[in-house]
C-alpha cells in the first residue's frame, strides 16, 4: 500500500488539523525536491497545512551533491518562521540532501569521513557519513539560532529507515547471527531527538516506534494530550514498539511476528487496526471523538 497516493484523498485527521483547530496554529510544510512525489501537495492540504514548499520555492544557492542542503533548507525555514512568528507555527520538513543513492563523483560534494578500519572498501558509506557530518554542521547553526529567541520552540529530529548501502558493510558491523526478525527490525532503527528552548525532563527513549513519537512531543510543549493519543499512551505501555514487520512484546523479550501476540497483546493490536480503519476507511461512521473532523 501507498497511503499518500491510495488513501488520503479528503481531509484527515493529524496532528496539523488538531493543533491548527484547536489551537489556533498556522501549519507549513516543506520538501525541497520536486512537489509531485508521493502526491505531497493535495496531501499536505487534506491532513490540514496551509502552506506547502517545494524544491522550486528554494533559492538553490547551497547544494550538496545535487539536492539542496540541509543548511539551505534550515535557513529557508528561519526565514518563514520571522516572517510569521506572531502566530503559534507547526512546520514540518522533510530533508532531502542525505538521499541515496551515495555514489555521486561531481562538484558540490567534499568527503570528510573515512573508515580507518574499511579503507577504500565501502565508498557509499564514507559518502553517507560525510553527507551526516553535513547535518550535524546544519542542526547546529538550526538550535543556535532558536536557543536565542524569545518565543517557546520545540524541535523534533527523526527518520524513517536506515540509508540503502553495502550489505556486507551492514554485516561487518552487526554480524549475521541472530533472530531474522531482529535483524530485520535493525534495519529500521533510527535516533531521534526532542529538543527545546526551554527547560524540559532530560531523558533518554530505549525503544519506541514512529505511531508514538506524536504524544512525545505534545507532553514537551505542554499540550494536552488528544483521546487518540491517550489511547496510544496506554497501548505503547503494553507494545514499546510496532511497524510493519512485527513488534516488540514484552512477554517475549523481543521482537516478534504478530501472529506470535499473546491474549493482551493481541486485543491491542485488535483495537489499534479497529481505529486505523476507522480513521482512514470509515467515513461514514467515523469517531468524532478520536477523529474529529477538519473545520
Not at 212 to 224: E, F, N, P, R
Amino acid at each position: 500500500a501507498v497511503p499518500y497516493q491510495q488513501y488520503l484523498r479528503s481531509s484527515t485527521y493529524s496532528v496539523v488539523s488538531e493543533l491548527t483547530g484547536k489551537y489556533g496554529y498556522r501549519a507549513i510544510a516543506m520538501h525541497p525536491f520536486l512537489a509531485d512525489g508521493w502526491n505531497r501537495p493535495t496531501v499536505y492540504a487534506n491532513m490540514g497545512f496551509e502552506a506547502c514548499f517545494f524544491q522550486e520555492d528554494f533559492p538553490q544557492q547551497h547544494l550538496l551533491r545535487n539536492y539542496i542542503s540541509d543548511q539551505e533548507m534550515f535557513a529557508f525555514l528561519i526565514e518563514k518562521y520571522e516572517a510569521q512568528k506572531e502566530d503559534p507555527l507547526f512546520f514540518f520538513g522533510v530533508t532531502m540532501q542525505n538521499h541515496g543513492d551515495y555514489d555521486y563523483s561531481g562538484e558540490n560534494y567534499t568527503q570528510h569521513i573515512s573508515l580507518e578500519d574499511y579503507a577504500g572498501k565501502y565508498p557509499d558509506v564514507e559518502q553517507y557519513l560525510s553527507l551526516i557530518h553535513e547535518t550535524d554542521r546544519a542542526v547546529e547553526y538550526l538550535i543556535t539560532y532558536f536557543q536565542n529567541t524569545d518565543e517557546d520552540v520545540v524541535i523534533v529530529f527523526f527518520g524513517d529507515h536506515q540509508p540503502k548501502i553495502n550489505e556486507s558493510f551492514y554485516g561487518a558491523v552487526r554480524g549475521t547471527t541472530g533472530n531474522t526478525l531482529d535483524r530485520q527490525q535493525k534495519r529500521y532503527e533510527v535516533p531521534f531527538f526532542i529538543w527545546a528552548n526551554y527547560d524540559i525532563e532530560e531523558k533518554h527513549i530505549e525503544s519506541t516506534s514512529l505511531n508514538y513519537l506524536s504524544t512525545y512531543v505534545y507532553d514537551t510543549a505542554g499540550i494536552a494530550l488528544p483521546p487518540y493519543n491517550h489511547f496510544l499512551r496506554e497501548m505503547e505501555e503494553r507494545i514499546p514498539s510496532i511497524n510493519a514487520n512485527g513488534f516488540y512484546s514484552l512477554s517475549a523479550g523481543r521482537y516478534v511476528s504478530f501472529d506470535k501476540a499473546n491474549e493482551d497483546e493481541r486485543s491491542w493490536l485488535e483495537s489499534y487496526e479497529a481505529l486505523q480503519y476507522n480513521s482512514i476507511f470509515d467515513t461514514k461512521q467515523r469517531s468524532q471523538v478520536f477523529f474529529p473532523v477538519l473545520d
